[in-house]
């Protein structure tokens, strides 16, 4: 059972931001190779995006394929939560220039043998809230 204490270990804090912040530099190259890497190779990762639902990193995978660029990006507030040794929530908001909307990006990161990776992934925007 997870208690407080485990809760925001900076060691853990601090190598879950590492990751993120690779996975948005490899978001921002669009480097689909390496975003498939943040990915937890299993038929059980899921991501929610905002027009697709993604069950499995291969379907994951192959919508990455379908892209051609993501438009550049400005991430606010963005929070990461540690829980215990092994997992971790990363929460953020984010703007495309010139678009009005907010987005939000959550992601559940597991400590896996291969390094952190993303299991569980939703993107959506808040359309009633403009910045």
Do not use: C
């Amino acid at each position: 059972m997870t208690g407080l204490a485990d809760i925001d270990d900076e060691t853990v804090i601090a190598e879950v931001t590492a990751a993120f912040v690779g996975y948005e530099r490899a978001l921002m190259d669009y480097d689909p190779v390496a975003l498939d890497e943040f990915f937890w190779r299993d038929e059980r990762t899921i991501r929610f995006g905002v027009a697709e639902n993604l069950y499995g990193h291969a379907a994951i995978a192959a919508y990455r394929r379908t892209r051609k660029s993501v438009p550049g990006r400005v991430l606010a507030n963005t929070r990461i939560t540690a829980i215990g040794r092994d997992a971790a929530v990363v929460n953020t908001e984010f703007a495309y220039p010139g678009d009005p909307r907010v987005g939000r990006q959550s992601q559940i990161w597991a400590r896996r043998p291969e390094g952190w990776r993303v299991v569980a992934a939703h993107v959506s925007f808040r359309e009633e809230f403009e910045r």
